[in-house]
């Protein structure tokens, strides 16, 4: 009774696998226009010196990780995009916290802000988020 059970839960599983398929073949990729700008973070190794750099439009070809508008920084640990402002968890310096970086018409990055000891957060929208305050008392 057993095997017949499992053949039948077995075949129903496959059948609903297949049929949760589509052939949506769209091909068409999303073209970045001319006016964007994009961030490249390089490090020297891994959550150690880096810079980050904005370039613009698309990178091709080889690129050159720094030029006059690049900013070095003493940890290049990931950083989190909203909107046109970049999130890194920690400045320039290299303390820990949250830092608010704008991209300048000119490619330079300006900073917006640092809330010291605050490396988790979350964006909900232009004038809302939620950071994590590890020195909040429970």
Same mark, same amino acid.
């Given at each position: 009774m057993k095997v017949p059970l499992f053949k039948f839960v077995y075949f129903?599983?496959?059948?609903?696998?297949?049929?949760g398929c589509s052939s949506d073949n769209n091909t068409e990729e999303p073209t970045p226009e001319e006016k964007d700008k994009f961030i490249l973070m390089s490090t020297t190794s891994r959550f150690d010196a880096g810079f980050i750099t904005a370039l613009?439009?698309?990178?091709?070809g080889s690129v050159k990780? %720094?030029?006059? =508008?690049? /900013?070095?920084?003493? !940890?290049?640990?990931?950083?989190? %995009?909203?909107? =046109?402002? /970049?999130?890194?968890? !920690?400045?320039?310096?290299?303390?820990?916290?949250?830092?608010?970086?704008?991209?300048?018409?000119?490619?330079?990055?300006?900073d917006e802000g640092f809330i010291s000891g605050s490396?988790?957060?979350?964006?909900?929208?232009e004038t809302s988020g939620y950071y994590l305050d590890p020195r909040a008392e429970r």
């Open positions: 129903v599983f496959a059948a609903s696998m297949l049929a613009d439009g698309f990178p091709a990780n %720094t030029n006059a =508008k690049t /900013l070095q920084v003493s !940890s290049a640990f990931g950083f989190r %995009t909203f909107g =046109k402002w /970049l999130f890194n968890r !920690s400045n320039a310096a290299g303390d820990a916290g949250l830092q608010k970086f704008t991209v300048n018409a000119d490619g330079s990055l300006k490396t988790q957060f979350l964006v909900l929208n």
